[in-house]
């Protein structure tokens, strides 16, 4: 069962796979598109101990000439540090544009390894090989690549466009049901931004994804990954409607700033809480959302995800949390910009003129 879309890009777009067993067939898959010289794989420590070898075996036997680069796991990868090295690994193997860098693991080593791939000799080719919820529904699809700083994250990056994606589910077995919880936020907010038939999908298809059945898996990924696609698409170097993808981010990407990207909170926690500040955000603005936000706060507990800051275990000041949203990179002409929620499907972006106004919504929130 593997099911397969063409994303639309500026450079011509890419074709992206998702099902079980790609790993194994990734050698014959790519030597099918490209010549098979050398090959790059960027993976982490956890996910190399897990996939490395079957991914090699399978390029290898292709003709492919695989060269290793393994990364510490986690978010503090991805820093300056880590990316001169990783850019520098790539050079002393001599990678050149007719070789590829395959990212294998999650978010974190999509977005190092794609920034990588985007500076060294000015753009190597890419494969998001992506092994985690997240990076399988989300992250792998759209081209944006980064590195954080102790401004705020994702703040130093390009859009960069893969030329191709394999995202093999039978990798989601290996997950901790906290990886894949945490994933599954970035797959609940896809269905906010579409709208209550997509919601409503989630609230029935919510314990037979988690219990690992794969048609469902298959089918509540690909739901993402249209709505993501179908936006990107639109506006593919972030301008305008892609913002909205942003939902529950500007805030959750504070809440993981202030928490030093320490592990004790992953991305999709931090989301998690994040869209439901959003929403809360969007009650003190003036919109009634409490039936769609009784249904999020549900769907998000079924998850296993957290719904307040103290179930997320952050302890920042409104004050601290405000301080990291003004480096956030939607700002434009030094304006924060939210992604409100009026409810399910409606989703729009606001400018905040006046900083009080979050400062007095922190304060409502006893923050």
Do not use: W
Not at 101 to 113: F, K, S
Not at 297 to 313: F, Q, W, Y
Not at 335 to 350: C, H, Q, S
Request: charged share 25%.
């Amino acid at each position: 069962m593997t099911a397969e879309f063409h994303i639309k890009s500026r450079t011509g777009g890419y074709p992206a796979l998702l099902g079980p067993g790609l790993l194994d067939q990734a050698g014959a898959i790519l030597a099918g598109r490209t010549i098979p010289l050398k090959a790059a794989v960027i993976s982490d420590q956890t996910v190399a101990a897990l996939y490395l070898e079957r991914l090699s075996a399978s390029l290898t036997n292709a003709g492919f000439e695989v060269h290793a680069i393994i990364v510490p796991p986690g978010e503090k990868s991805k820093s300056f540090a880590r990316l001169e090295e990783v850019c520098r690994e790539l050079l002393k193997n001599r990678l050149d544009k007719e070789d590829v860098v395959i990212a294998l693991g999650g978010g974190m080593v999509g977005d190092l390894a794609g920034l990588a791939a985007s500076l060294t000799r000015r753009g190597l080719r890419l494969v998001m090989a992506p092994t985690t919820l997240l990076a399988q529904a989300d992250s792998s699809i759209g081209g944006k690549t980064a590195i954080n700083t102790p401004e705020g994250k994702n703040l130093v990056g390009a859009i960069y466009a893969p030329m191709l994606v394999l995202a093999d589910i039978s990798t989601l077995a290996t997950l901790p049901r906290r990886e894949l919880s945490a994933g599954y936020a970035e797959v609940i907010k896809h269905a906010v931004l579409a709208g209550d038939e997509h919601f409503s999908y989630l609230e029935k298809s919510t314990d037979a994804f988690f219990a690992g059945d794969e048609k469902t898996l298959v089918e509540t990924i690909t739901r993402s990954i249209k709505v993501k696609a179908g936006i990107v698409e639109c506006d593919e170097f972030e301008r305008d409607r892609r913002l909205l993808l942003n939902l529950g981010h500007t805030f959750g990407h504070a809440f993981e700033a202030a928490a030093a990207y320490d592990e004790t909170l992953l991305h999709g926690e931090a989301v998690a809480a994040g869209l439901c500040m959003a929403f809360e955000f969007a009650s003190f603005d003036g919109h009634d959302v409490i039936r769609d936000f009784g249904r999020l706060r549900a769907l998000l507990e079924k998850a296993g995800l957290p719904i307040t800051l103290e179930g997320a275990s952050i302890k920042a000041k409104g004050q601290d949390l405000l301080a990291f949203m003004r480096h956030d990179k939607k700002i434009r002409g030094g304006l924060i910009r939210l992604i409100v929620p009026r409810g399910f499907g409606d989703i729009y972006t606001k400018e905040i003129t006046d900083p009080e106004i979050l400062e007095q919504f922190f304060q409502a929130l006893n923050i």
